[in-house]
Every structure is written in C-alpha cells, then in structure tokens.
C-alpha cells in the first residue's frame, strides 16, 4: 500500500507560480500518476499524468502550457509546477497513484488506486 502526502499549495496571485509535491511512503516506479482538482462544489477534475518513466504526460486544456508534471521515482516523489496562475486554479489539488495507469494515460479518478488527503491552491485576483 502507497500513502501519498501532498505540500506547497499556498495563496498566490494571479500570474505567480507554485510548486506541489507529493510524496509517497513506498515505491512509485510501478504507478501512473496523477494530480486531480476539485474547486468549492464543483466535480473533481482531471489535471495532469504522468507514466511510471516520465516519458509521458497528459494535461487537461486548462493548464496545458502553465503546468509541468514531473517525477524522481529514487525519491518517490511527484512534482507539479504551476505557472501563471488564474483564480479559476483555485481547488484543492490530490496527487493519485494507480497501477492500470503505469504505462496508459488514465484521466479517469476510477483507475487511481491511491489518494493523498489534498493541498489547497489558493490563486487571488
């Protein structure tokens, strides 16, 4: 079993950056992983992905171009650098792992096996 601990969500203002990492207690390199968002009610979204490798990434339209999935599996950790940032960013962000997702781009919270507890990204006008 992988615990996953989210950090780096914060205020920020419109245009800033924040980084979110994820750590996970055990192995990483045998999951897909991914980061979802879910904004005051509003549906959990899909954000980002990225394979066991790193080789491959998937965002969805809006933050495409803003934000960067990346991975250390020596860490066992995940990283997510998000750029020019609008207020429609603002959610609670939830780093996932998932073992049908280690090599396919899985936008589907079904296929996540593994949840952290979430940060809060909070982006002011």
């Known amino acids: 079993q992988v615990q996953l601990v989210e950090s780096g969500g914060g205020l920020v203002q419109t245009g800033g950056s924040l980084r979110l990492s994820c750590a996970a207690s055990?192995?990483?390199?045998?999951?897909?992983m991914a980061w979802f968002r879910q904004a005051r009610g509003k549906e959990r979204e899909f954000v980002a992905y990225?394979?066991?490798?790193?080789?491959?990434?998937d965002y969805a339209r809006p933050v495409k171009g803003r934000f960067t999935f990346s991975r250390d599996n020596a860490k066992n950790t995940v990283y997510l650098q998000m750029n020019s940032l609008k207020p429609e960013d603002t959610a609670v962000y939830y780093c996932a792992a998932g073992l049908r997702s280690f090599l396919v781009v899985s936008r589907s919270a079904n296929e996540y096996d593994y949840w952290g507890q979430g940060t809060q990204v909070t982006v002011s006008s």
């Open positions: 990225i394979s066991w490798s790193g080789g491959t990434t």
């Open positions: 055990g192995r990483i390199s045998t999951y897909g």
